[in-house]
């Protein structure tokens, strides 16, 4: 039997605000516990959420890049559970009527572009922390302890359409969405810290089939790798259970990083009934036209957009575009870079290797760098006329990211001049030639690669700054 | 609609209420006055009406949502709030045992 896989795929972001969603409480991660609480993220009575403004904003924008139609009205609801990290005893949602619809995200799997639908992108607000104590989890453990620091601070959840067909497109489209959020500043996107989760749908179904088969839930992905590894797993699985005739039933599993391995969380009855209703707190959200088009403006080129235009304007290869759109920041300094310069290629390949080389030895972003694209220009600009050779340029890119001066202040005070004169350089060629004679009898046999040291002595000789073309032809001049 | 002993008995556990026969009979009985009274108000032909959340923001006039900026204020109590907790430990709430020893 040949089978067909369907996936889907729910993402949580935490959404990159001062204040959490419906109070005015900091959203800072780190703090003691319960220090950033108040009574209405606390469920007083009494007390009454108002909307973060930015948030709506931020997904606004998120919507607006996947390509989604922005209901001009919307409404919170209440998804009523209990669980201790939930104060209020409900979560505010949205249920019928999302912020947004009908969107789409491309991604590019082996070379193809594939289109995977988005069914809607709402807000909500997250949950507080669990401390278990008398174990290291929730099982076994004696009492626990609440935290509800992290509670009420916004969350943006995007639902893709089943339109997922392998867990290596799952894993792309997680990455691809990740890379969104941070390029639109509206979420980090780490996976590994939480401020991004996603639970996958996975169900199969025979080829050519077109009725969905019975779904199963996946949760505790902590990486894009485990991801595809966890999807995998349950794929596998459920081919297993069919091809031997047995059935898939309903269920939520839990991926293992350490076994990577699924394994069935236990489920209670009824405890899906989360009774949404309207919050009678909260009026409906309108946004109007006028917002959405203030946010369209703001949000800039898309990163596909941008990586197209990239392509066919600088012609640089896809592998380093994607390098230098990772942020927005790096790509507007990739663009005044080459205006100012005049070099695409040389501004990308500097851009991409050392500058890259030392913000991640010193652990740092180009962001917070002394480094500007007028001062990486000027530096192209002197190897490019040969004022300095391009090793001597790779030790002052260095000293200008740590100490923010000019390339050519450096250039003078670090005595790294690139000599070009050749009156100045025949007679180091000269002497050069004079005191290896083994080389020069090398070259003579038709050995050209000789030439290399007697070039090298010659470096050695000016410190490196002599230009290694016109001390190359001096030399050959002298061999003659 | 009616509802019957079995949806009070589902809507009671939803809610974490324990709730007598006796109970259970005359919520039953309660629920269905008050649903049949929505009953004769759902009577009313509202097709070509939109729902009426607030009268301030009625139709015809400028749609406008109260939101608050992005703008952090600490609230100045939060001891208080810890202290209506039933038990604390290290400024967190203590809750009992979440997960009972018969489950998995």
Redesign the interface.
């Known amino acids: 039997m040949n089978f067909e896989t369907v996936i889907g795929l729910e993402t949580h972001a935490q959404l990159q605000t001062e204040s959490k969603m419906f109070c005015s409480c900091p959203t800072k991660f780190g703090n003691d516990p319960n220090s950033n609480i108040c009574p209405v993220c606390t469920g007083q009575p009494g007390s009454l959420p108002v909307i973060n403004e930015k948030a709506i904003r931020l997904a606004v924008k998120t919507a607006l890049a996947l390509n989604c139609k922005i209901n001009n009205e919307s409404v919170f609801a209440r998804k009523n559970y209990f669980y201790p990290d939930l104060p209020k005893d409900y979560q505010i949602s949205q249920f019928e009527m999302p912020l947004a619809e009908h969107g789409y995200l491309e991604i590019e799997v082996g070379g193809q572009i594939r289109k995977i639908g988005i069914t809607r992108v709402h807000l909500e607000e997250d949950a507080g922390k669990l401390v278990h104590k008398g174990s290291a989890g929730i099982k076994g453990a004696d009492y626990s302890l609440v935290d509800l620091n992290r509670t009420g601070t916004p969350l943006m959840e995007i639902v893709s359409e089943p339109d997922i067909r392998t867990p290596e497109e799952a894993r792309i489209f997680m990455e691809e969405l990740a890379h969104i959020l941070r390029y639109l500043e509206v979420c980090d996107a780490k996976l590994e810290e939480g401020s991004m989760r996603c639970d996958a749908n996975i169900s199969i179904r025979e080829t050519g089939e077109t009725k969905l088969g019975v779904k199963t839930e996946l949760k505790n992905m902590n990486s894009f790798k485990a991801v595809q590894k966890a999807l995998e797993k349950e794929e596998t699985r459920q081919k297993e259970v069919v091809s031997e005739g047995g059935k898939i039933f309903q269920q939520t599993l839990l991926y293992d990083e350490a076994t990577s391995s699924v394994h069935p969380m236990r489920s209670k009855e009824g405890s899906h009934d989360y009774r949404y209703f309207p919050d009678p707190d909260l009026l409906p959200l309108y946004v109007d036209e006028k917002t959405i088009e203030e946010v369209r403006s703001s949000a800039g080129e898309l990163p596909m957009d941008k990586f197209k235009r990239f392509l066919s304007q600088y012609g640089i290869p896809g592998q380093d575009i994607t390098v230098l759109i990772e942020s927005r920041h790096t790509a507007d300094f990739f663009e005044e870079t080459a205006k100012i310069s005049g070099e695409p290629k040389l501004s990308a390949n500097w851009i991409i290797g050392d500058v890259s080389a030392y913000l991640n030895a010193n652990d740092l972003s180009l962001k917070d760098s002394k480094l500007s694209a007028a001062a990486l220009s000027e530096l192209i600009t002197l190897v490019k006329n040969s004022t300095v050779s391009g090793n001597s340029a790779k030790k002052i890119l260095g000293e200008m990211m740590k100490t923010g001066k000019k390339a050519k202040e450096l250039v003078e005070a670090m005595g790294a001049t690139q000599i070009s004169d050749e009156a100045a350089l025949v007679e180091i060629a000269k002497k050069v030639v004079a005191a290896n004679p083994q080389s020069v009898e090398a070259y003579k046999n038709g050995k050209e690669a000789a030439i290399k040291h007697l070039i090298g002595q010659a470096m050695k000789e000016t410190k490196g700054r002599a230009n290694p073309q016109v001390i190359e032809g001096l030399i050959k001049k002298e061999l003659c | 609609m009616s509802i019957s002993k079995e949806t009070v008995e589902?809507t009671a556990?939803?809610a974490?209420l324990g709730l007598s026969e006796e109970e259970k009979g005359l919520y039953a009985k309660q629920l269905n006055d008050i649903l049949g009274y929505v009953d004769v108000i759902n009577s009313v032909d509202t097709k070509n009406i939109s729902p009426t959340?607030?009268t301030r923001?009625s139709a015809g006039k400028q749609?406008?949502?109260?939101?608050?900026?992005?703008?952090?204020?600490?609230?100045d109590g939060?001891e208080k709030?810890?202290g209506n907790a039933p038990a604390q430990?290290?400024?967190?709430?203590?809750?009992?045992?979440?997960?009972g020893d018969d489950?998995?």
């Open positions: 589902y556990k939803l974490r959340a607030s923001l749609k406008t949502t109260p939101m608050r900026q992005d703008k952090t204020v600490k609230f939060i709030i810890i430990e290290d400024n967190m709430f203590k809750v009992p045992k979440i997960m489950e998995q």
